[in-house]
């Protein structure tokens, strides 16, 4: 049962979080070239793969607790860096995307804010790191670091 | 979104009867395994939809926090 647990995680992980990485960081691109149709399906890919992705921290604490491995280190650094980019995807990234959204249908024209491509440069950073740690598992003897 | 709403609550209900009943009866282990993590990822998807739809009330908010049922609450609210 704990390969069936993983694999959803990691699928999920793949379809799930990878589009909203990508979106996320083309949006302000063409979100400065105002293109309404582009920027209209990056926000909605960035939105409703985000609700699905939550299946991925939900299945992989759910294989953690079956190979009983909660309590260590890399664990919980990659739950907190998880912890993190979800903040900024929910708090920062969408609630930004939103008003360029409905300024670009209501006025045609939108100020995209230049944080907005850094932030969604470092919720893709920070996957790139929790990724290393799920694999390198710094600590355990089930690394492939190791 | 709203589709969306309307299965995130459905799998919600009826994957915590699931849960229920195994728990009651059988205790067939796969059951738990699965449908837990199932159960979870419904009701964070609830509460994520809900709190993304533009204009949702307060009440429709505050009822998709309430385990098994809120889905269906927040539908109702809405």
Known sequence: MTAVLLAVHVLGGIVFV????????????????????????????????????????VFGIATGAQLGVLGDAWLLVSMALTLVAALLLGLVILPAQARVVTGLHERGAAAVPAS????????????????????????STTGVGA | MMAGLRVAALVEALTLVALLVN????????VTTLGGPLH???????????????????????????????GWLALRAL
């Open chain 1, 18 to 57: 990878g589009p909203v990485t990508v979106a996320a960081s083309l949006f302000p691109r063409y979100a400065g070239e105002g293109s309404v149709g582009v920027v209209d399906a990056l926000h909605r890919i960035s939105r409703v793969y985000a609700v699905l992705g939550l299946a991925v921290p």
């Open chain 1, 116 to 139: 907005l491509g850094m932030t969604t440069g470092v919720f893709a950073l920070i996957w790139a790191v929790v990724v290393v740690l799920m694999i390198v598992r710094p600590g």
């Open chain 2, 23 to 30: 728990l009651a009866t059988v205790h067939w282990r796969p």
């Open chain 2, 40 to 70: 979870g990822t419904a009701y964070l998807a609830v509460i994520a939809v809900v709190l993304l739809l533009p204009g949702a009330p307060r009440a429709a908010k505050l009822r998709a926090l309430v385990p098994g049922v809120g």
